[in-house]
């Protein structure tokens, strides 16, 4: 159980263009998830907490406008990057909280290898 | 700042041994404390939570709480190599919100 999916997997885009991604949690729902980033051999670094039918909180330093975040149902959040430029290449992964269950467990997607050229 | 801080190793142990890994956060008021595994180019794995003090032991895991002290710990005993990995540490404030502060994680080596 509690299983997250992230789609794509790996995305090479020219620099210019803006990229989808998908995250759902398949065998639960979720209320809030989160999005995160992690350069090479550096920690994971907090992007935006993603709250289903409003708006997403963004960490500090992070533009709300590149990173455009939707979370429309229970299961499903995406984060589209837009206007990508290589220095926004980097691993992003998602993460979600059971709904109800009250612990604060994160069960964390596979991720998204970003590469923009 | 409410932070979590961990060694960041690498801790290096060999096959057969315990590998203990070491947390302390500062907000005194967290209540929710987590051990996540991360492989290389892989996200990471919830493998422990811990909400009281005391030891909480899944198979070769134990997670260890001691609120006095603020320090978190995880052992694993038998480490293979296939442990070999970043394990964080994370902790909830408090203040209501689920969202966690991890540690910049302890790289282990198990090395045969």
């Known amino acids: 159980g509690a299983v997250v999916s992230q789609h794509p997997s790996r995305v090479i885009c020219k620099s210019g263009t803006s990229v989808k991604i998908e995250c759902r949690s398949l065998?639960?729902?979720?209320?809030?998830m989160f999005w995160y980033r992690q350069f090479p051999k550096k920690s994971l670094m907090l992007m935006a907490t993603s709250n289903e039918g409003s708006k997403a909180t963004y960490e500090q330093g992070v533009e709300k406008d590149k990173f455009l975040i939707n979370h429309a149902s229970l299961t499903l959040s995406t984060l589209t990057v837009t206007s990508a430029h290589p220095e926004d290449s980097s691993f992003y992964i998602c993460?979600?909280?059971?709904?109800?269950?009250?612990?604060?467990?994160?069960?964390f997607g596979p991720g998204t290898r970003l590469t923009v050229l | 700042q409410k932070e979590v801080e961990q060694n960041s190793g690498p801790l290096s142990v060999p096959e057969g041994a315990i590998a203990s890994l070491n947390c302390t956060y500062s907000?005194?008021?967290?209540?929710?404390f987590f051990w996540y595994r991360q492989y290389s180019g892989k996200s990471p794995e919830l493998i422990m939570s811990?909400?009281?003090?005391g030891d909480k032991e899944d198979g070769r895991f134990t997670a260890q709480l001691n609120k006095a002290s603020q320090y978190v710990s995880l052992l694993i005993r038998d480490s293979q190599p296939s442990d070999s990995a970043t394990y964080l540490c994370a902790a909830i404030p408090s203040g209501g919100s689920y969202i966690p502060t991890f540690g910049r994680g302890t790289s282990l080596i198990v090395h045969p």
């Open positions: 065998d639960f729902q979720a209320t809030t």
């Open positions: 907000d005194r008021g967290s209540q929710s």
């Open positions: 993460s979600a909280i059971i709904s109800g269950r009250g612990l604060g467990e994160q069960f």
């Open positions: 811990i909400y009281s003090n």
